[in-house]
């Protein structure tokens, strides 16, 4: 009777692990994701690696059976995602397509009611001898209309962008030029007529010089309008390290890319932050920063868009000044949902990053 008592137990125990053993081997399956390297992949919204050469893809083993979404991104593409059922001990195969550009579509204004602005830059032009006649045809400018030069300087301040022939009339000769006017940008011509010679004077560069507020400057757009014409980085005894731009999971929308998108990228952000009880994010420290240089007090700040960021790595850390860490800095451009763009300032490459990572921050300001 003990002995088969003891026999029992055994058989019991055995039919016990291999029951623990079907549970076990039918519990998971695994992904194959064939995809180009160097693409991100999620697995119900976690990062869990990179494609990759090696792999043709990537491999996901030991996924728990059930439903999961899988999405995979690339830098400046629109991202793809699929939904699965994955079964036990089942190789699922997903094949990524062919990845489609994401394009920023930019448009402002109420209705096509809408005044539009015209798009346009300005002229200064100084010759030798200075009494000189200028034509512009396609201006009406000529000896009767504004075109008698009899002073140093000679100029013309909203000129719609676009090519203009001008012709320099003086000593019995005349010198036609193929002037090209672009927008915001002043085109200094520094005529000769002597030598029958026209050079175009370029404007004294600013990039890099100590801005109002005692930080450096590191873009021009040429001239002043919308209230600016140069973006300063704030000095680096501002900066902040370990702050995340918050959001996550929800998207805000109504973020820019461009140059001049920082500062509504930012009121956009705060405000819906702000909204949501949320605090200690990139934006609010950037949007609450006060700096004080010579007796005067600056506090417009704000987080800089993607490509205002990039012009700061540019202009200002790669010439060696600025006093930048070689680390992820944050900008104001939101990716999706989950993601917002930043900058590896250790080599220039721009990424999507999860919003609740802890990245730096350096505010920039414009006047």
């Known amino acids: 009777m ?26 998971v399956g695994y ?39 899988i999405k995979i991104i690339k830098e400046g593409f629109e991202p793809q995602s699929v939904k699965i059922d994955l079964k036990s001990n089942e190789i699922y195969v997903y094949e990524v397509k062919e990845f ?14 809408d005044t539009i602005k015209q798009k346009i830059g300005s002229l200064l032009i100084e010759t030798i001898p200075i009494d000189c006649i200028i034509e512009i045809p396609k201006l009406n400018i000529n000896k009767e209309h504004y075109g008698n030069k009899t002073k140093k300087t ?13 012709h320099f009339i003086a000593l019995g000769k005349k010198i036609e030029y193929e002037l090209k006017i672009e927008e915001g940008i002043q085109k200094h011509l520094l005529v000769n007529i002597l030598n029958n010679e026209v050079k175009e004077i370029a404007p004294p560069s600013t990039i890099g010089k100590t801005g109002p507020a005692g930080g450096l400057i590191f873009y021009d757009k040429g001239s ?21 731009w918050g959001s996550y999971k929800t998207k805000i929308g109504g973020t820019g890319t461009g140059i001049g998108t920082g500062q509504s990228n930012t009121t956009t952000i705060v405000t819906w932050l702000n909204s949501q009880g949320e605090a200690g994010k990139a934006t609010q420290f950037c ?22 960021l990039n012009l700061m790595y540019e202009n200002l850390h790669l010439e060696g000044v600025g006093s930048f860490a070689g680390n992820y800095y944050w900008s104001s451009s939101e990716y999706d949902d989950y993601f917002a763009w930043s900058q590896y300032f250790y080599d220039g490459t721009q990424y999507g990053i999860l919003k609740g990572g802890t990245l730096w921050v350096r505010a920039v300001r414009a006047f």
């Open 2 to 27: 003990k002995h088969k008592r003891i026999i029992f137990i055994s058989l019991l125990l055995l039919l016990i692990n291999l029951m623990c053993l079907f549970v076990f081997t039918q519990g």
């Open 154 to 166: 000679w100029e013309i301040p909203n000129i719609p962008i676009g090519s203009y022939s001008v």
């Open 287 to 308: 949007d609450a920063l006060v700096v004080e240089n010579n007796g005067v007090t600056y506090s417009d700040w704000f987080l800089p868009s993607k490509v205002e």
């Open 31 to 69: 992904i194959q994701i064939k995809c180009e390297p160097g693409s991100m992949v999620l697995l119900d919204n976690n990062l869990v690696g990179k494609t990759s050469l090696e792999q043709v893809g990537l491999i996901l083993q030991d996924v728990p059976v059930g439903s999961h979404e």
């Open 224 to 244: 002043y309008s919308d209230g600016w014409q140069y973006l300063e980085a704030a000095p680096a005894s501002t900066e902040w390290t370990g702050k995340q």
């Open 100 to 113: 489609i550009p994401q394009l920023e579509v930019i448009e402002s204004g109420e209705s096509d009611t």
